[in-house]
Nanobody, 115 residues
């Protein structure tokens, strides 16, 4: 059974930092990453990282949010710096399970940035 377990969300002031973690299990994962959904908006890409370390970021976060990955632990991290109120959203971990050819999602973790 595939599981994605997220941690690290919370409340931070504008300009502050947070680090999200997502540990995946139950498959071999190629792309992993994060999406987010703000109230009243559609879920949008934050960024993804392959097992080889290739990264893809949304323009709105490039330069402030950084993805990293520990393949041995099947864990993806999102370091968020210079946070803005518009970064407030529920952040969802994403992983593509290569063995089953399926997308998987975490339960979501709330990030709130106060002005």
């Amino acid at each position: 059974q595939v599981q994605l377990v997220e941690s690290g969300g919370g409340l931070v002031q504008a300009g502050g930092s947070l680090r999200l973690s997502c540990a995946a299990s139950g498959d071999i994962f190629s792309a992993m990453g994060w999406y987010r959904q703000a109230p009243g908006k559609q879920r949008e890409l934050v960024g993804t990282i392959t097992s080889g370390g290739n990264r893809n970021y949304a323009d709105s976060v490039r330069g402030r949010l950084t993805l990293s990955r520990d393949n041995a632990k099947n864990t993806v991290y999102l370091q968020m710096n210079s946070l803005k109120p518009e970064d407030t959203a529920v952040y969802y971990c994403y992983a593509f399970g290569r063995g089953r050819g399926h997308d998987y999602w975490g339960q979501g973790t709330q990030v709130t940035v106060s002005s």
